[in-house]
């Protein structure tokens, strides 16, 4: 649960850092294209350690509906900011593409992480 709060806090200083860089005028879709990915790794992380401390073997269907469910719900929330938002859709994807490539990148150091503990005390 650490994890997750770590991920909030960085995901929201480099949304800041980029409003300073871009300007103002840009925050909404700095602000928005950052919120999906984020909620989405966030809640992933989540579940990964729950799952994989309580039951290792039920990580793999997890991980398959869950990306499945992303899939969904990254198009759904996609469209609707393009669409049903008033927001410019280039500083938007660069945003929700930057957010979502860093932030999984981030899950994927996590998971490693995890899984190592885990062998170094299985070979205690």
């Known amino acids: 649960m650490k994890a997750a709060g770590w991920i909030a806090a960085g995901s929201l200083a480099a949304a800041l850092g980029a409003v300073a860089v871009a300007g103002r005028g840009a925050a909404p879709e700095i602000l ?19 799952t994989y401390t309580r039951a290792p073997a039920a990580l793999t269907a997890l991980t398959t509906s869950g990306f499945a ?12 900011v393009i669409k049903g938002v008033e927001v410019k859709a280039v500083p938007f994807v660069v945003s929700f593409t930057s957010f979502f ?24």
């Open 101 to 124: 490539v860093g932030l999984y990148a981030v899950e994927a150091l996590l998971m490693r992480n995890l899984f190592s503990r885990e062998i170094s005390r299985r070979s205690l």
């Open 32 to 50: 928005l294209g950052m919120l999906a990915p984020l909620v989405a790794t966030s809640v992933s992380w989540v579940l990964t350690e729950r």
């Open 69 to 80: 469910a992303k899939m969904v719900f990254f198009g759904a929330y996609v469209a609707a």
